[in-house]
């Protein structure tokens, strides 16, 4: 077994050797540009982008023509987000999202708020759910888009789609969800689900990074979009750009195989999952799972350690690769805005580590790194005076603490 072993695949995967083996024509041979409509290089690149196309579409039980190619999930969701606002300007100027979700939604909606735009921001329960009395109580007539997550990255927890749909579809609004988390680990329907606009990433599901896609349902509603960059008119004049064939074309067998192997991948990664936390919560019967245990991501175990600091954790188990808070903004010290957001004092949510496991984890690598943490928080905590008054049986919550 190598290490650092790793567990941080919510953050990013490996590109499968599949997918590599896939796109390396496409580097060399086969470089046309698919806008060059004159000649064969051009005509080879429209053809795979079009396969590509349909593989993402097939994951989605979409139309190939609904596929539009971006930079990645964080375009796309601006796309979905500043494009309906501005398209829908005079049906109404109001949008409904969740605290809780990624900053890549909650940074172009509190841009809105610039623009004159009203967003309402609901709160979540302790699983991270929203109340969908409250969601549908804050719909109104002037709501022209509703934006909730399929996944949450940091704790897993699953938004139910098919139910939010419904809703949005009977209260007259679009549905847009981020799905960046959830392609290939949960079933996407934009049909049974009643989802108008759908963002994914390619880097999450073991295809390359720089590319994702936005879905834009066709009919029933058709929904349109102001583009939010200008020139030459290409994906439907909704996002110009030479495309990155490359990446565009790994995106697609990325997402060939998640179809092909999401009934078999899922079982095992769950199997994974589950073992890690039973040998994690065997010898450590303290420590909290944060999230919906049964309503989230097979692959995601978010788990805080009280009385140790999670970066402490993190800096003593150099043989691992996991996260504690977002690691989209791990660059602060803040505790995760997610962790806060679900009712977490700032303790438990700065002791938390986010474990994701993947297509090429092992037992052997799960096995070692719940023993490499289980240990290690022993040591710290045999350190920590906070612990020591624990085992004494004093409440700290009761503790009046003096600065000298």
């Not at 109001?94 to 900053?103: P, R, Y």
């Not at 709501?143 to 997550?149: A, Q």
Request: overall charge negative; charged content about 20%; some cysteine.
């Amino acid at each position: 077994m190598k290490t650092p072993v790793y567990l941080d695949y919510s953050a990013t995967t490996p590109c499968d050797p599949r997918v590599v083996q896939r796109m390396l024509p496409f580097f060399t041979e086969q470089f046309g540009n698919a806008a060059s409509r004159s000649h064969a290089f051009g005509w080879t690149a429209e053809a795979a982008v079009e396969e590509a196309r349909g593989q993402v579409a097939n994951l989605l039980h979409a139309h190939p023509k609904e596929i539009l190619w971006t930079s990645g999930s964080t375009e796309a969701n601006n796309l979905a987000i500043k494009g309906v606002a501005q398209m829908y300007r005079q049906k109404g100027n109001h949008l409904i999202t969740a605290v809780t979700e990624h900053k890549a939604v909650l940074d172009p909606m509190k841009y809105l708020e610039t623009q004159g735009f009203e967003v309402t921001f609901l709160p979540v329960d302790r699983q991270g759910h929203v109340d969908l009395d409250q969601l549908a109580a804050a719909i109104t007539e002037r709501t022209i888009l509703v934006s909730l997550m399929a996944a949450n990255n940091e704790v897993g927890t699953l938004h139910p789609l098919a139910e939010i749909g419904a809703l949005c579809k009977q209260k007259g609004t679009l549905f847009h969800t981020d799905a960046t988390q959830a392609a290939g680990k949960i079933e996407l329907d934009v049909e049974a689900q009643h989802i108008d606009l759908l963002s994914l990433s390619a880097h999450k599901m073991y295809g390359p990074k720089g590319v994702g896609c936005l879905y834009v349902r066709r009919k029933n509603p058709r929904v349109r979009l102001t583009a939010q960059m200008d020139g030459g008119g290409h994906e439907r004049g909704m996002r110009s750009g030479t495309l990155n064939v490359t990446g565009v074309v790994g995106m697609g067998e990325a997402a060939r195989i998640c179809s092909a192997e999401m009934a078999t991948e899922v079982p095992k990664l769950r199997a994974l999952r589950d073992r890690l936390e039973a040998r994690i919560f065997a010898a450590l019967p303290d420590a909290v799972r944060n999230g919906d245990q049964n309503a989230r991501l097979p692959h995601l175990a978010n788990v805080s350690f009280p009385y140790v600091e999670g970066e402490s954790l993190i800096m003593g188990v150099k043989e691992l690769a996991v996260s504690s808070g977002s690691a989209c903004t791990s660059a602060s010290l803040e505790p995760s805005y997610v962790l806060k957001s679900l009712g977490l004092g700032d303790e438990l949510a700065h002791s938390s580590i986010r474990f994701s496991l993947g297509r090429f984890t092992t037992e052997a690598e799960v096995d070692f790194a719940a023993d490499r943490v289980v240990a290690e928080v022993k040591r710290l905590r045999e350190m920590s005076p906070l612990w020591e008054m624990v085992q004494e049986g004093v409440d700290l919550a009761q503790v009046k603490w003096t600065v000298h």
